[in-house]
C-alpha cells in the first residue's frame, strides 16, 4: 500500500523542527554493514514523521525501504517528507505484529518504540497529561478503544492491574479506587479530570517525588495499544524475517519494553544445544549475535539537546545463520 502527501514547504520544514530522531547516527552504524548491495530492504517498522527512514534513504542510496506504522497522520507526513524516493519507498498502515507479513528478506530492520513526537505534540490525541485533551491515546484513530472508554467500563480490579503491570504504579490500588468512585457521578472524558482526580488521590509526600500522572498515563496507553503485546509477538517475528546478515535495532523508552527486547534477543543468540551433549551440532547454534554490550544510551551531547532521547535503550544484533527448521533442512 503506497501512501503519498502534499503539504507545503513551510510545513515540511517544521516537521523536522518538531522531529528529531533519536540516536540515528548509531542507528545507521548499526544497520548499514548489512545494507551495502543494490536493492537490500530496510524496514522502519515504527515509521512516525520518517526522520529516520529519511536519513537511511539519503545516506544509502541502493536500499528499499518499507515503513510501516498504525498512525494515519504519521503516514501522511512521512509520505510528503519522503515523496523524494518514491521510487524506493513502499508505506504500509498496519500495527508492527504484521511485520512478518512485509518484512521477509530485509536485510535491516528498525523499531524505535513508545509514543512518537507528533502522538505527544498534538494535544488533541490525549497521550500527554501535561496537556487538556480527549482521553483518545489510540495510535491508530481508525479502530480500537479510547482510554476513556477504559476508564468507563473496567472494573476496579482491571485498573489495578494494568496500573500496576504497565506503569509499576505503586498506587495502583488507590488510583482504580478513585476511577471507579469517580465515573459514578462524573464520566472521565478528558486528560485534565483523570490529572486532577489524580492528583487528589495522592498523598503530598508521593506529590514531590514526581507527577502523579506520569505512570497511570502510561499504562492507560500501552492498554489502549497492546504494545507490549503487540511487541512480544512482533520481535521474534521481525528476527525470523531478516535474511543471513541482517540486522536489527530496537530502541525502548521503559523497562517493560526493554525486557522484552532483551529477553528475544538472549534466546536468540543461545545455543539449543542440550546440556551434556560433547560438541554442539550446528542446528544448536545461535541463530543471532548480539552487537550491543547490553542496551547502549544517548550520549550527553544528544540528551541535553533533545530530552525524549533520556529515557532511550537501544539493542541490536544480527543473524548469523539461517533457521534449520524453518528451512526444512
Known sequence: MGIRARVGPKEDMDIRKIHT??????????LAPALQHEGAILVDATLGMGGHSEAFLERLPNIRLVGLDRDTDALRIAGERLARFRDRVTLVHTVYDAIGEHARGACGILFDLGVSSLQLDEADRGFAYAKDAPLDMRMDQTSGTTAAEVLATYSEGQLRRIFERYGEEKLAGRYARAIVQARVTTPLERSGQLVELLHDATPAAVQRAGHPAKRVFQALRIEVN???????????????????????????????????VKQ?????????????????????APRFRILTKGAELADDAERAANPRAIPVRLRAAERVRDDQRSTGR
Open 21 to 30: 530522531p533519536v540516536m540515528l547516527d548509531r542507528c545507521v552504524e548499526l
Open 264 to 284: 528475544a534477543f538472549a534466546a536468540a543468540s543461545a545455543s539449543t544445544a542440550p546440556a551434556g551433549l560433547p560438541v554442539e551440532l550446528p542446528e544448536h
Open 226 to 260: 497492546r504494545e507490549l503485546n503487540v511487541l512480544a509477538d512482533a520481535i521474534p517475528a521481525a528476527m525470523d524475517a531478516l535474511t543471513v546478515g541482517g540486522r536489527i535495532v530496537v530502541m525502548s523508552y521503559q523497562s517493560l519494553e526493554d525486557r522484552l
